[in-house]
């Protein structure tokens, strides 16, 4: 089993950047395929972001796509978003989850282990 905690989010205006990042405990990183999801107020949880668990395969949202970058620190057991020119439609709660399988998948359902998630707020 994988434990996850969020950090990083927080409020900024239209146009700025943010970092979350995605500590992970418990077994090792390298041995999941890590997602990113996010769910605003009154909608569906939906796929953000991909990073694959062995050649570090990356895969986005169109929404979001040129804006945000997944990356991953195995060593750190840590996983990253970078999120440049935000906008108010990034606002949401943002997730980090895990699956064991070797590809990415945008299926949320196909995700085993999901961290509490952390806040970001863009305003305009």
């Known amino acids: 089993q994988v434990q996850l905690v969020e950090s990083g989010g927080g409020l900024v205006q239209a146009g700025g950047s943010l970092r979350l990042s995605c500590a992970a405990s418990?077994?090792?990183?390298?041995?999941?395929?890590m997602g990113w999801f996010r769910q605003a107020p009154g909608k569906e949880r939906e796929f953000v972001a991909a990073?694959?668990?062995?050649?570090?395969?990356?895969t986005y949202a169109d929404s979001v796509k040129g804006r945000f970058t997944i990356s991953r620190d195995n060593a750190k057991k840590t996983v990253y978003l970078q999120m440049n020119s935000l906008k108010p439609e990034d606002t949401a709660v943002y997730y980090c989850?895990?699956?064991?399988?070797?590809?990415?998948?945008?299926?949320?359902?196909?995700?085993?282990?999901w961290g509490q998630g952390t806040q970001v707020t863009v305003s305009s």
């Open positions: 990073i694959s668990r062995s050649v570090g395969t990356t």
């Open positions: 989850s895990a699956r064991s399988g070797y590809s990415v998948s945008y299926n949320r359902y196909e995700y085993d282990y």
């Open positions: 418990g077994r090792t990183l390298s041995s999941y395929t």
